[in-house]
């Protein structure tokens, strides 16, 4: 049975604080990993991928992959209210096509 | 690009009576996902499209589920006789098959509430 496993939180954090959000999977095989947000009522929406052990960073975001410890994070910088959404952790098994295996998401409240 | 549509977008049925969603992916995504989430819960996946080929089902596609891709565009998923724990979104998904990493983007999905 293929996982992945997150903190369901609520994770708070202040205004203009960092926010970190952590995922664990099971499978080795696993080759691209996910982070979608999805806002209360609304479909998930991609923000970034990682498919390289160490870090990828885009604007505020920054994606962290250890495939030996088979972690994945997703630091938030300088975080808004606006960032107050779930946050859904997906992996990706190494044949074409496979389909995304998803956590059931942390939930992130940022306060003003 | 117009994105991923879905429709319909809310369904209120009574138990024992069929659905049919259908969904319409990015146009040039040869790949086509469709996945159920129930509240709290993160997506799960149902079935998978490249092309009109079927590649991969679910355990949790029970019988009662189909899904078609009849000429490798839109797809549709009917639920027949159904039951109150079917109720949820029914969320769908493509990509490009050009893309090695595969991610998916979602359409605003269906949501199914059964009396």
């Known amino acids: 049975q293929k996982e992945v496993e997150q903190n369901s939180g609520p994770l708070s954090v202040p205004e203009g604080a960092i926010a970190s959000l952590n995922c664990t999977y099971s499978d080795r095989g696993s080759q691209s990993f996910f982070w979608y947000r999805q806002y209360s009522g609304k479909s998930p929406e991609l923000i970034m991928f990682?498919?390289?052990?160490g870090d990828k960073e885009d604007g505020r975001f920054t994606a962290q992959l250890n495939k030996a410890s088979q972690y994945v994070s997703l630091l938030i910088r300088d975080s808004q209210p606006s960032d107050s959404a779930t946050y859904l952790c997906a992996v990706k098994g190494p044949q074409a096509g496979t389909a995304l295996i998803f956590g059931k998401g942390t939930t992130l409240s940022v306060s003003s | 690009d117009t994105g991923v549509s879905q429709d319909p977008r809310h369904k209120i049925t009574k138990r024992g009576q069929n659905v049919t969603f259908r969904c319409d992916p990015i146009?040039?995504?040869?790949?086509l996902y469709w996945y159920r989430q129930t509240l709290g819960q993160g997506p799960e996946f149902l079935t998978y499209?490249?092309?009109?080929?079927?590649?991969?089902k679910s355990r949790l596609l029970s019988d009662r589920f189909s899904a078609e891709r009849p000429k490798g565009s839109f797809s549709t998923l009917e639920i027949q006789r159904t039951e109150q724990g079917d109720s949820a979104m029914y969320l769908c998904?493509?990509?490009?098959?050009?893309?090695?990493?595969?991610?998916?983007?979602f359409g605003e999905g269906s949501r199914l509430t059964v009396l």
């Open positions: 990682i498919y390289s052990n």
């Open positions: 146009s040039e995504h040869n790949r």
């Open positions: 998904a493509s990509s490009a098959g050009t893309r090695p990493t595969g991610e998916l983007f």
């Open positions: 499209f490249q092309n009109e080929a079927q590649l991969e």
